[in-house]
């Protein structure tokens, strides 16, 4: 898949813009706050439907009511319109003309960032690295988001009942239907993770250039599979899960274990092995995606400032070899080694020129 033009209306700092995109290499350029990471993000808006850092109304430009960014998607000739648009902290999405729900939108476009935050990941709490693990499996299945909105709500209904203290039976009732989703989330994660894992190794020793070894582990906080297990286990918490008010057990404390020499990167890996990890992590998601033929976008914000120049040339050697369509952000035209097939953008207060190869 390729996105064929992009145009934004109002979206941060862009009045308006309209794209077409090189089929390859998209290299963004200019200095900081000229908009470079806007336009990595409107393209993540338009395939998430989710800001990269920012509430929806912040994607807003400066005193204008509404903001909107639309893609033409090109899928082996077939061309899909994707449209969304934000206005008064409310979201319309829309699919080849018509609005559509969170549901229905997915599919077409799929994007995986990179961005030099993504690296307080390793030594940020479990949620950072659950939603890093939760957004690559829907990236693969979209379908999968359905799983994480239901399994969200009936927690939220458990919580509120046992803050309410509302009678066993009740708390039963929906006990059930979030053990279900429960279920199905921890078996998601799980496969993902395994078949995530030995690309990973393979990427984060091709990065390092060393013998070091790193693994990659889903820890649940709930030995629990089946949907019975689940409930039998909350049963058994109630009474302190009444006292505390919240669920203590479930996917929504669940865990991604990255180790390097068998010690917690959290706690023991160096700056460059947590880049590395984290590079790793992305070109292990990318394989695995092509190798069920879907080809993602790649969205790379300045990631070559985040690199040392060893492990900066494997990263490049890594982005010849990938068929697909990349946008790179940087200060410097000259940062980035790539000069067939691309085509290069200067940014400037809100405006993109072409600006050749």
């Given at each position: 898949?390729q996105?064929?033009?992009?145009?934004?209306?109002?979206?941060?700092?862009?009045?308006?813009?309209?794209?077409?995109?090189h089929?390859?290499?998209?290299?963004?350029?200019?200095?900081?706050?000229?908009?470079?990471?806007?336009?990595l993000e409107?393209?993540?808006w338009?395939?998430?439907?989710?800001?990269?850092r920012?509430?929806?109304?912040?994607?807003?430009?400066?005193?204008?009511?509404?903001?909107?960014?639309?893609?033409?998607i090109?899928q082996?000739?077939?061309i899909h319109?994707?449209?969304?648009e934000?206005q008064?902290?409310e979201?319309?999405?829309?699919?080849?003309?018509?609005?559509?729900?969170?549901?229905?939108?997915f599919?077409?476009?799929?994007?995986?960032?990179f961005?030099?935050?993504?690296?307080?990941i390793?030594?940020?709490?479990?949620a950072d690295?659950r939603?890093l693990?939760?957004?690559?499996?829907f990236?693969?299945?979209?379908?999968?988001?359905?799983?994480?909105?239901h399994?969200k709500?009936a927690?939220?209904?458990?919580?509120?009942l046992?803050k309410e203290?509302?009678?066993?039976?009740?708390?039963?009732?929906?006990?059930?239907?979030?053990?279900?989703?429960?279920?199905?989330?921890?078996?998601?994660r799980?496969?993902?993770?395994?078949?995530?894992?030995?690309?990973?190794?393979?990427a984060?020793?091709a990065?390092?250039g060393?013998?070091?070894?790193?693994?990659?582990?889903?820890r649940?906080?709930l030995e629990?599979?089946?949907?019975a297990?689940?409930?039998?286990?909350?049963r058994?918490?109630?009474?302190?899960?009444?006292?505390?008010?919240f669920?203590?057990?479930?996917?929504?404390l669940?865990?991604?274990?990255?180790?390097?020499?068998?010690?917690p990167a959290?706690?023991?890996?160096?700056q460059?092995?947590?880049?590395?990890?984290?590079?790793?992590l992305?070109?292990?998601e990318?394989?695995?995606?092509?190798?069920l033929?879907?080809?993602?976008?790649?969205?790379l914000?300045?990631?070559?400032?985040?690199l040392?120049?060893?492990?900066?040339?494997?990263?490049?050697?890594f982005?010849?070899a990938?068929?697909?369509q990349?946008?790179?952000t940087?200060t410097?035209?000259?940062?980035?080694?790539?000069?067939?097939d691309?085509q290069?953008?200067?940014?400037?207060?809100?405006e993109?020129?072409?600006s050749?190869?």
């Amino acid at each position: 898949m390729q996105l064929d033009r992009l145009a934004l209306k109002d979206f941060r700092g862009f009045t308006a813009l309209d794209l077409q995109p090189h089929p390859r290499f998209n290299v963004l350029w200019g200095e900081n706050a000229s908009g470079k990471t806007n336009l990595l993000e409107a393209i993540f808006w338009l395939a998430t439907l989710r800001p990269i850092r920012a509430r929806l109304r912040e994607l807003v430009r400066f005193e204008q009511p509404a903001a909107s960014a639309e893609g033409w998607i090109n899928q082996d000739g077939l061309i899909h319109h994707l449209a969304v648009e934000t206005q008064g902290g409310e979201r319309i999405a829309k699919r080849e003309g018509k609005r559509v729900d969170v549901a229905d939108y997915f599919g077409a476009l799929a994007v995986i960032l990179f961005t030099p935050e993504d690296v307080l990941i390793i030594r940020g709490p479990p949620a950072d690295r659950r939603r890093l693990l939760d957004r690559a499996i829907f990236t693969r299945r979209p379908a999968y988001l359905s799983d994480v909105i239901h399994f969200k709500r009936a927690l939220d209904a458990r919580n509120r009942l046992l803050k309410e203290g509302a009678a066993d039976a009740h708390l039963e009732a929906f006990e059930i239907s979030l053990a279900a989703y429960s279920a199905r989330l921890v078996a998601a994660r799980q496969a993902y993770v395994e078949a995530l894992a030995p690309r990973f190794q393979v990427a984060f020793s091709a990065i390092m250039g060393e013998e070091i070894e790193a693994t990659l582990r889903y820890r649940p906080s709930l030995e629990a599979e089946a949907p019975a297990a689940f409930e039998a286990a909350w049963r058994e918490d109630r009474p302190r899960d009444r006292q505390r008010g919240f669920t203590q057990r479930g996917p929504q404390l669940d865990d991604l274990s990255l180790r390097v020499q068998d010690r917690p990167a959290r706690a023991f890996a160096s700056q460059g092995q947590q880049r590395a990890l984290i590079l790793a992590l992305k070109i292990a998601e990318i394989d695995l995606l092509q190798a069920l033929a879907r080809r993602p976008v790649l969205l790379l914000d300045d990631v070559s400032s985040e690199l040392d120049p060893r492990r900066s040339a494997r990263l490049f050697d890594f982005l010849a070899a990938f068929e697909g369509q990349v946008f790179i952000t940087t200060t410097d035209r000259a940062f980035i080694p790539i000069t067939s097939d691309a085509q290069s953008w200067r940014l400037s207060h809100g405006e993109v020129r072409h600006s050749g190869g």
